[in-house]
């Protein structure tokens, strides 16, 4: 079946450090990824995607690119903010064998202290 | 309304009680998931719903929970006789077309606590 692995946490950074959340998975297709992003007190919500390999996903000066060699979507920013401290969540979605729910790994917190 | 609603916010019961939690979609999302997410774990997928079917059931827990949609709209998470495990916070998301790689929009959750 389809599976997600992200990196541990806690994941502890100073402000303006370089972060990187990695992220593999395992699928019998061709899946889209996802990081969705869960800030405190919020709800989940889309932080970037990419549906096809070699895409590269961005947003909020987040990055991600689609990897099918090594089937990993891992997260980068290069100076992270206080207001970046959320939990991370890589995810799939796998629709060309019937299987379109969302896989989720199991999510990393980050805390970026100023 | 213009994003995933559920409802209750907050629901304490106690065990061995049946509890209901309902989600509306946003409104011409045919996709629409059930995930679990207890205290310090990831999310849990319980159910996902195609229009008005249920493709795969496979995460329900046990047979005490259940789900239905209809009008390919509102759902209901139905726990029957619920134990203290099944506190956590219940998510519903909605999706135009999850294959294609569409956003899911999630909702804010029910956390429920069974005492």
């Known amino acids: 079946g389809n599976s997600v692995t992200q990196m541990e946490g806690p994941v502890t950074l100073s402000e303006e450090a370089f972060l990187t959340i990695n992220c593999t998975y395992t699928?019998?297709?061709?899946?889209?990824l996802f990081w969705y992003v869960q800030y405190p007190g919020e709800g989940l919500q889309l932080l970037l995607k990419a549906t096809k390999a070699d895409d590269k996903g961005s947003n909020k000066g987040f990055e991600a690119t689609y990897r099918k060699e090594t089937t990993s979507f891992h997260l980068e920013k290069g100076s992270v903010q206080v207001s970046d401290s959320a939990v991370y969540f890589c995810?799939?979605?796998?629709?060309?064998?019937?299987?379109?729910?969302?896989?989720f790994g199991t999510g990393t917190r980050l805390t970026i202290i100023p | 309304g213009a994003g995933v609603s559920q409802s209750p916010s907050n629901k304490v019961t106690e065990k061995g009680k049946d509890v209901e939690l309902r989600c509306d979609p946003i409104s011409g999302h045919t996709a629409l998931y059930w995930y679990r997410q207890s205290l310090g774990q990831g999310l849990e997928f319980l159910i996902y719903?195609?229009?008005?079917?249920?493709?795969?059931k496979s995460g329900l827990p046990s047979d005490r929970f259940s789900a239905e949609r209809t009008g390919g709209s509102v759902s209901t998470l139905t726990i029957q006789r619920t134990q203290q495990e099944d506190s956590a916070v219940y998510l519903c998301a909605s999706s135009l077309a999850p294959g294609r790689g569409a956003e899911a929009f999630f909702g804010q959750g029910t956390r429920l606590t069974v005492v």
């Open positions: 699928a019998t297709g061709y899946p889209s």
């Open positions: 995810a799939l979605s796998d629709p060309n064998f019937g299987n379109e729910k969302l896989t």
């Open positions: 719903f195609q229009g008005n079917s249920a493709p795969d």
